[in-house]
């Protein structure tokens, strides 16, 4: 029986280690069918190529840094290298976020410096833009776009300018949604619990929130899990979302929906 993503070709941007939302989430992806490329940049770029090899079938890596012009410029090329000339996406997963640790998050708020901040939001939001307008070419019949955010709608400890960041996220996909909606991309995010990634552990005291999370949640929750979140990024990536735009979908164990 085929997977949800039979025939699908997604890119997912963000994988580093096996813990990344992007790995478990190339991993469902493939598992459903879909032909998976990964991506990631700089040093890790490493780290990635090695762990390709452990997901069920080894994906290209390319290198993509979203600061990047030129890479952002020559995406489309790299996918055609890859998957051929005429070949184009059906789905792009955008899983990245930076915000410097030292700087603007764990209790920095009040003295986060302009320059970090403004390097916060040109990863973690602005990016979603320009991953998705470098991927639109690619895209001519339609896609999915799915990013993944941690709740913007509230302040939380220690995550400081990370939430600034997020809020812009959760606001840029929307504007997407409006903008391409018309050529049929849909733009989604799944708005996740805390999980043990190297993201969090850069965050000082995530792990704080980690433990209360799983009291609060009613379906409880496990922050080394990162496979329900990467099915629901496969849910919105497939053809069963085909009205939803725009949309935040928490998978988070119900733990935004409890007043206390
Ligand atoms: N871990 C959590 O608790 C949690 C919760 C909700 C949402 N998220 C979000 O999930 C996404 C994936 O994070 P993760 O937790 O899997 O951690 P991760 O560290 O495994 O993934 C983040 C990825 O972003 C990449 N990245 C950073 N700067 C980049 C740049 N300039 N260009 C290209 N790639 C860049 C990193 O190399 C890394 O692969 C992020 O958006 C994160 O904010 C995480």
Redesign the pocket.
């Known amino acids: 029986m085929g997977g949800i993503l039979e025939g699908k070709r997604i890119l997912v941007?963000?994988?580093?280690?096996d813990?990344?939302?992007?790995f478990a989430t190339a991993k469902v992806a493939q598992e459903q069918g879909a032909t998976v490329l990964i991506s990631?940049?700089g040093r890790?770029l490493g780290i990635t190529r090695r762990i390709a090899r452990r997901l069920p079938v080894e994906p290209p890596v390319l290198e993509?840094?979203?600061?990047d012009e030129e890479h952002l410029a020559g995406l489309a090329d790299q996918v055609r290298e890859h998957l051929g000339p005429d070949a184009g996406l059906d789905g792009v997963v955008h899983?990245?976020?930076?915000g410097n640790p030292e700087t603007l998050l764990g209790g920095k708020f009040l003295t986060g410096p302009w320059p970090d901040v403004a390097q916060a939001v040109q990863?973690?939001a602005y990016s979603l833009m320009s991953l998705t307008q470098a991927c639109r070419p690619l895209m001519p019949g339609g896609g999915s776009v799915v990013g993944?955010?941690?709740d913007a709608t509230v302040a939380w400890p220690a995550y400081d300018w990370m939430g600034v960041a997020k809020a812009g996220l959760e606001s840029c996909s929307r504007y997407l949604a409006r903008d391409l909606g018309p050529e049929g991309i849909r733009v989604n995010l799944v708005s996740?619990g805390?999980?043990k990634?190297?993201?969090?552990k850069a965050i000082p005291g995530f792990e704080d929130l980690e433990a209360m999370w799983s009291d609060r949640s009613p379906l409880g929750w496990d922050n080394t899990d990162q496979t329900p979140t990467a099915k629901a990024v496969c849910a919105l990536l497939s053809d069963f979302f085909p009205a939803t735009t725009g949309e935040i979908v928490h998978v988070d164990g119900g733990f935004h929906a409890m007043g206390a």
């Open positions: 941007a963000g994988v580093t280690m813990s990344s939302i992007g990631n940049f890790a993509l840094d979203v600061t899983s990245i976020a930076y990863v973690s993944l955010t941690f996740a805390p999980l990634t190297l993201a969090a």
